[in-house]
């Protein structure tokens, strides 16, 4: 079991920063996928970003070369980076993980999900 708590969020104007955190239980934690999702609304959720357990990260093209997802696998973390907001980031957003290797894409797919933190961007 993997348990996720994400933290971070908050109120920004847009162009602004934030960076959101992901505390992850497990001892085997270092051995998971991770991603970041995002749900605004009245829409479904999609996928922002994930990494692989190596480290190789993939992101959605709506959100690449502003959001970078990072892991710190001593610490039991996981990061996400976002600059340049947009006011259409304005979403909750949720850290998953799973077992196995590579980048998952789909949210389906992810065995434990965290409560989710509000990111809110004005214009």
């Known amino acids: 079991q993997v348990q996720l708590v994400e933290s971070g969020g908050g109120l920004v104007q847009a162009g602004g920063s934030l960076r959101l955190s992901c505390a992850a239980s497990g001892r085997t934690f270092s051995s998971y996928a991770v991603g970041w999702f995002r749900q605004a609304p009245g829409k479904e959720r999609e996928f922002v970003a994930a990494?692989?357990?190596?480290?190789?990260?993939g992101y959605a093209d709506s959100v690449k070369g502003r959001f970078t997802i990072s892991r710190d696998n001593a610490k039991n973390m996981v990061y996400l980076q976002m600059n340049f907001l947009k006011p259409e980031d304005t979403a909750v957003y949720y850290c998953?993980?799973?077992?196995?290797?590579?980048?998952?894409?789909?949210?389906?797919?992810?065995?434990?999900w965290g409560q989710g933190t509000q990111v809110t961007v004005s214009s």
């Open positions: 998953a993980a799973r077992a196995g290797a590579g980048i998952f894409r789909n949210g389906a797919l992810y065995d434990f």
């Open positions: 990494s692989s357990s190596s480290g190789t990260t």
